[in-house]
């Protein structure tokens, strides 16, 4: 026990020799591409002893089995277009929830209120687009999306406003919040004008003028193609997660404010002493942040065939903390963001061919997404290393310099290149404040 | 009209006797929390150490029952088997941030999803096909004691003393912890460990062997939790049953300030959600109404919380790994 519970550390790091600047990049991106593909493999490896441990039906070869579930976990997410559109739907509400979660943690909060922001977004603008059935389209549509994302920062913003002013800690009250949307909206879903008139606790269904065209429907209208549009479901909200994505990352590396918030999230001292107005931040990106989460669920509701809302639904919508998962891996850089969503969507919507086709359960794909975050954060590398045989540790060995931060990896396999500019110059930058102290 | 029948649901021993059994259930995890916090462990990870604990409750409580045992004895393993799964949980979260230095909130989360995931897997590949964990039969459940007259005692009795009996093994667990942490060498300790870890240090004491038992210590207790609500409250095991209550006893935790009496407080004002729920539904005409009072407990406590509770710091050194090295 005494062994298992402090092995005392590695400490002394050799330097490398003095390496020509190439060499050191491809060392870097070398060391930065080690953790997210180990990882990768260590969790889809777990993942195939639990499905061997488990496998009820002994006389089919357990391996053939783990081989062909994972082929149709990956050929159900991106194999077909059929398939990638259905990952992207469910992409769609994730990459915005995420980008919603990963702007509280780059400020050193942590908003867990994603899924009640998103929650307000789709509830609001259902209630816009049932009221309002007679408004044209072009003015409807716009009206609807504006208010869900405007009720998204309304509740983010009561969050980041009683945090900033009163010091009320964000995750008792996202999580308070979230209760009160979800409650609410319950509410609303089952009162009068409207709640469906079949007494089915949901609501009507949004009239055509409300809702958002499929990619398939546009591409039939413009380009006379043939897409079935009850197969190709993913609409148009493709657009709008990649223009968020890109005002996710100019806000974050290429703004003033992008660098303020960084600060606070990294150092409140050095904020303060820079003279950096920390409340106004705090309550800034919480606005910001639920407007990103209010954004996704009035998309949601718009895009997708069902165009209505159910009682209780929201509060058993995963996409609020699985979108916690996905910031995480993501290390919240937008591109790890990104990555790590297609990945997780994917995995999400893969999975329900390798229950169909292999007959394995969808919640072993949550299992292999716990690995994952496991292992990318686990600084597992040094102390596997140690145990290894003399030979083994070559005289680079030490080389794979682990982030000083654990989650880093997979966005630095991503966004090292993005966002990594703007960092090593907020790093001088408070370097010197400490200085200064 | 609104208010009356708020002020009839609060006076009826109905919803205080389901309040409580609600703030019990809460309050193991939360205890939890604080215990682990305290150490300088961040542990948003009693949702999923619970879950476990429900899921092994219940299957092995069932797996006994069919071996033909005594109940009792089925449903006192079945709560063992939750306290040591809700511990398992804990050992991974404590090698992972203790010995590996991972982010303690990433791995929060992933025990949360893992635990989730696990679970629903293992339902699937247990039960026949699609049919789900069958309910547990009425003598499968966590006993009550019996308090004899007390729990005849008009409106007092059936909420105090109709309890099951980990509610009063909790209220039990609260005391002791709170004296633990603030009136003993140990909680002392605890305490210097999660504020200045270099000085526990220094000072003699074993940071991470403390850190561990106190990890551990909030996973044997949200296990026990699991077993609460599996075997006392819902008999049954259901997919994501916890449906976000550890993260309320996460709530509950900061809102008490880390310390097990406030989170206690926190517990219960929760709890009166879930106690509010079904008298109001009763008693309204309207169904739809009592969604809209659900809301209340949590309008009130951020009213609490801005208007009473203020700034919560937490300790000094929470989720920061330990490395002797540094300083």
């Known amino acids: ?437 | 009209m609104f208010w009356q029948i708020i002020l009839r649901s609060l006076i009826s021993s109905n919803t205080w006797q389901t309040t409580l059994e609600f703030a019990g259930l809460l309050v193991l995890p939360a205890i939890g929390g604080v215990i682990s916090e305290r150490s300088g462990v961040v542990n948003i990870a009693m949702e999923g150490m619970m879950l476990a604990g429900a899921f092994a409750s219940v299957m092995i409580t069932l797996a006994m029952h069919n071996l033909g045992l005594n109940p009792f004895l089925c449903v006192l393993v079945g709560t063992l088997a939750a306290i040591l799964a809700g511990g398992l949980m804990a050992l991974i979260h404590a090698v992972v941030s203790i010995n590996f230095k991972a982010d303690q909130i990433v791995s929060g989360i992933a025990i949360n999803i893992i635990a989730l995931g696990l679970t629903s897997y293992l339902v699937y590949v247990i039960t026949p096909a699609g049919q789900g964990v069958p309910s547990l039969p009425g003598n499968l459940r966590l006993p009550t004691p019996n308090f004899g007259p007390l729990a005849s005692i008009p409106w007092i009795g059936p909420v105090l003393f109709q309890q099951n009996l980990v509610f009063y093994l909790a209220v039990l667990i609260l005391i002791g912890s709170q004296l633990l942490l603030f009136r003993t060498n140990l909680g002392l300790r605890i305490r210097a460990v999660g504020e200045h870890p270099q000085a526990a240090d220094t000072a003699g004491i074993n940071v991470r062997l403390l850190r561990y038992m106190c990890v551990l210590t909030s996973g044997l207790l949200s296990g026990l939790a699991g077993a609460y609500l599996a075997l006392g409250v819902a008999g049954i095991f259901n997919p994501g049953m916890t449906n976000g209550r550890g993260y309320i006893a996460l709530a509950a935790m900061i809102f008490g300030k880390y310390t097990p009496l406030g989170a206690a407080i926190g517990c219960l004002i929760f709890a009166l959600g879930d106690g509010l729920g079904i008298p109001l539904q009763d008693l309204s005409n309207s169904p739809n109404i009592a969604n809209l009072l659900n809301a209340l407990p949590y309008i009130l406590t951020l009213i609490a919380l801005v208007g009473l509770v203020g700034r919560t710091t937490p300790p000094a050194a929470d989720g920061i790994p330990y490395d002797p090295a540094s300083e």
Do not use: C
């Open chain 1, 1 to 437: 026990m005494a062994e298992l519970l402090a092995p005392p550390e590695e400490t002394s790091e050799r330097r490398p020799p003095v390496a020509s600047g190439l060499r050191m990049g491809l060392r870097a991106l070398g060391a930065s591409l080690v953790r997210p593909l180990v990882a990768v493999i260590f969790a889809f490896v777990a993942g195939a002893i639990v499905i061997l441990i488990t496998w009820p039906d002994k006389t089919v070869d357990p391996f053939t089995n783990v081989i062909h579930a994972y082929t149709t976990l990956f050929t159900g997410s991106y194999g077909s277009l059929y398939s990638l559109s259905n990952t992207l739907v469910e992409v769609i509400p994730l990459t915005l929830a995420s980008l919603s979660v990963a702007i509280s943690f780059r400020t050193g909060l942590f908003n867990i209120g994603a899924a009640g922001q998103l929650a307000a977004g789709g509830t609001v603008a259902d209630m816009i687009g049932l009221t309002h059935q007679s408004w044209p389209g072009w003015l409807l549509v716009p009206t609807m999306i504006v208010a869900g994302t405007a009720a998204g920062a309304i509740i983010g913003g009561i969050a980041g406003f009683l945090k900033a002013w009163r010091g009320a800690h964000e995750v008792v009250t996202t999580i308070m919040l979230n209760w009160i949307v979800f409650w609410v909206s319950d509410y609303i879903i089952n009162s009068n004008p409207f709640v469906t008139p079949f007494g089915t606790p949901e609501t009507k269904v949004l009239p055509i003028n409300a809702q958002l065209p499929s990619l398939a429907a546009l591409s039939n209208q413009w380009f006379h193609t043939h897409f079935n549009t009850f197969l190709y479901t993913v609409d148009v909200s493709l657009f709008f997660v990649i223009v968020a994505v890109i005002v996710y990352w100019l806000l974050i590396a290429r703004t003033t404010f992008g660098y303020e918030l960084r600060v606070v999230g990294q150092n409140q001292q050095a904020a303060k002493y820079a003279g950096i107005p920390i409340k106004r931040t705090i309550f800034l990106v919480m606005i910001i942040s639920g407007a990103f989460s209010g954004l996704a669920g009035a998309l949601n509701l718009m895009g997708q065939p069902g165009y209505n809302l159910a009682a209780q639904a929201y509060s058993q919508l995963p996409t609020g903390f699985d979108a916690i998962a996905v910031a995480l891996l993501g290390n919240t850089t937008t591109i790890g963001v990104v990555i790590s969503s297609l990945f997780l969507g994917g995995l999400r919507s893969g999975s329900t061919d390798m229950q169909a086709v292999a007959h394995v359960d969808p919640n072993l794909v949550l299992v292999i997404e716990a690995l994952l975050l496991f292992f990318i954060t686990a600084e597992f590398i040094p102390i596997i290393r140690r145990y290894l045989p003399a030979w083994m540790k070559s005289n680079r060995g030490r080389a794979p310099v682990v982030p000083a931060r654990p989650a880093q990896a997979m966005a630095e396999l991503a966004g090292g290149g993005v966002d990594g500019a703007g960092e090593a110059q907020n790093e001088v930058v408070i370097t010197d404040l400490e200085k200064e102290q």
